[in-house]
């Protein structure tokens, strides 16, 4: 999952494109409220082996992270929710461990990407 790019700008370009900058923040913004919640629902659902809760709430990760071009967070959500179906007591601790280190890269690859936009708009204003 580490050779996927964090985010696929094309994603973020497009969004930009197709609603402004105003769209591309209320997704961020949604993705932002949603997702601790999810990955925390994750985390309990291994704990307590609630496979069914784990699966569900890695796929709804899916959407969202595949709406704001989040790459390498929506491949692992996929393999878990493909492991969590499995009900994969192996591979499922490791690849849960990994989903803060996974999400806290995202974050830092968006604020960064902000930064990067606020310098273009800055320049070419």
Known sequence: MKDKPCIDRAIIDKLVELGGTGLLQKMLAIFLENTPGKILIIQEGLAVGDYPAIANAAHSLL??????????LYALCHTIEQKARQRDEDELPRLIEALPTSYQALMEALAHLKDEKQYETNRSG
């Open 63 to 72: 959407s969202s992270t595949g709406n704001i071009g989040a790459q390498q």
